[in-house]
């Protein structure tokens, strides 16, 4: 299922990070910040429970999260989704998956995972701002599968509607929280009109980045 964020703050903010002309360290702070109102939506389904808290005045019911949550960057560009993820839910652990695309094929390449056990009990977050060929998102949703993750919320920031229905193709049952949804891919696989590259921009390493 697809959740397209209409919050203006959101609209706004994307259209900075679109802007050629943003230079990393305020493309790092946009990045946070969407990624912290999508946060607050993408939680917005997470269980609770009941349990009984003495205020300074009297016993009252309160609530507190069911399972434990586990974040999962994809490096690189995921990696600056995580503290504003971590500033919502302060008690998550952190996993990685390291995969890059191949600039020939577009396939995805894995060169790192590392994940908490309990990934099978927990609500996993898996972090990545560029929703493309869907191809990175299908080989990390697989990995996290593999590994037992049987709740698993895609958060993007720009989505292209390839990578959308390669994912909904690959797994019906998986929820995509996307900032925005763009028309398409170039014959590069880039998003248009997209953002350019989300992991370059964010840690100044393309040669078109500020
Ligand atoms: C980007 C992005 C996704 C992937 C999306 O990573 O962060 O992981 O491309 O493209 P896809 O949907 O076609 O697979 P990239 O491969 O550029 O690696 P990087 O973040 O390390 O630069
Ligand atoms: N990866 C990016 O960083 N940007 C795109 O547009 C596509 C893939």
Do not use: C
């Not at 903010?13 to 050629?20: E, S, Y």
């Not at 609770?48 to 994809?74: F, K, M, N, S």
């Not at 390449?109 to 056990?117: D, G, H, I, L, M």
């Amino acid at each position: 299922m697809l959740h397209i964020s209409d919050h203006p703050l959101i609209k706004k903010d994307i259209t900075a990070l679109r802007n050629r002309e943003t230079g990393s360290d305020e493309f790092r702070r946009l990045v946070r910040r969407i990624a912290q109102l999508i946060a607050y939506e993408a939680s917005r389904d997470l269980d609770l429970e009941q349990y009984r808290v003495q205020t300074p005045l009297e016993e009252t019911a309160g609530w507190r999260l069911t399972r434990p949550i586990i974040l999962v960057p994809v490096l690189r560009a995921g990696l600056g989704m995580v503290d504003a993820f971590l500033d919502m839910l302060p008690g998550a652990r952190v996993g990685h998956i390291g995969l890059y695309r191949d600039e020939e094929t577009l396939e995805p390449v894995e060169y790192y995972t590392s994940y908490p056990e309990t990934l099978g009990q927990a609500n996993v977050f898996l972090l990545d701002p560029m929703l493309a060929t869907g191809g990175s998102a299908v080989a990390a949703m697989r990995i996290l599968r593999n590994q037992g993750a049987n709740d698993i919320r895609l958060i993007s920031l720009v989505s292209a509607p390839e990578g959308v229905a390669a994912l909904e193709a690959a797994f019906p049952e998986a929820h995509i929280y996307t900032a925005v949804l763009d028309h398409g891919l170039n014959d590069q696989g880039y998003i248009v009109p997209g953002l350019g590259d989300a992991g370059d921009r964010i840690f100044g390493t393309g040669a078109e980045t500020g």
